[in-house]
T-cell receptor
Framework: EAGVTQFPSHSVIEKGQTVTLRCDPI?????LYWYRRVMGKEIKFLLH????????ESGMPNNRFLAERTGGTYSTLKVQPAELEDSGVYFC?????????????FGPGTRLTVL | RKEVEQDPGPFNVPEGATVAFNCTYS??????FFWYRQDCRKEPKLLMSVYSSGNEDGRFTAQLNRASQYISLLIRDSKLSDSATYLC?????????????FGRGTQLTVWP
């Protein structure tokens, strides 16, 4: 079974530019999560989709971040315009709709560098 | 106050040693508890869930103390391949919330 995939693996952009990250969850997983790790800090929650609906977006840092999951399959996270502090590793995770213990499977991450 | 606190280490131990990691969490309403393992520049991978009764998986034993809001991981007979960062993770398992809260991780290096 294919795991969670993310694209691109790395992205280097300049401040003020736009970047779009993509996540393909494990097939059949209704729950999709975005997390971020900035250097020196812990991994932090950004938002949670159940199918195409945003269940919890309280972790989104500001309105420069826009996440979508049209059709309830893959998701995109757009940062526009990017700022220096947006640099970090963005992880996507997915889980089944009914999970005994909220087990989430993580993708390899997108390493974003804003110059 | 951070949601999950853990000793960052690093822990440097010889092969065959026993090593223990601890963490504490601040939200008494937390419902799910895990240890994840993260290799350098890789994604976190679930090592084991942690249950109130304690659970064991081979050389790994996890314990949860809800009263003290304390989670532990014991690794026996350490192998070189155990070298990684171990993340203490706590989850809200409400009907709609599924977010996980991560500690900053404890770095383990096992040397030959």
């Amino acid at each position: 079974e294919a795991g969670v995939t993310q694209f691109p693996s790395h992205s280097v952009i300049e401040k003020g530019q736009t970047v779009t990250l993509r996540c393909d969850p494990i097939s059949g997983h209704d729950n999709l999560y975005w997390y971020r790790r900035v250097m020196g800090k812990e991994i932090k929650f950004l938002l949670h989709f159940v199918k195409e609906s945003k269940q919890d977006e309280s972790g989104m840092p500001n309105n420069r971040f826009l996440a979508e999951r049209t059709g309830g399959t893959y998701s995109t996270l757009k940062v526009q315009p990017a700022e220096l502090e947006d640099s970090g590793v963005y992880f996507c995770a997915s889980s089944q709709r009914r999970t005994a213990n909220n087990e989430q499977f993580f993708g390899p991450g997108t390493r974003l560098t804003v110059l | 106050r951070k949601e999950v606190e853990q000793d960052p280490g690093p822990f440097n131990v010889p092969e065959g040693a026993t090593v223990a990691f601890n963490c504490t969490y601040s939200n008494s309403a937390s419902q799910s508890f895990f240890w994840y393992r993260q290799d350098c520049r890789k994604e976190p991978k679930l090592l084991m869930s942690v249950y109130s009764s304690g659970n064991e998986d081979g050389r790994f034993t996890a314990q949860l103390n809800r009263a003290s809001q304390y989670i532990s991981l014991l690794i026996r007979d350490s192998k070189l391949s155990d070298s990684a960062t171990y993340l203490c993770v706590v989850g809200d398992r409400g009907s709609t919330l599924g977010r996980l809260y991560f500690g900053r991780g404890t770095q383990l290096t096992v040397w030959p």
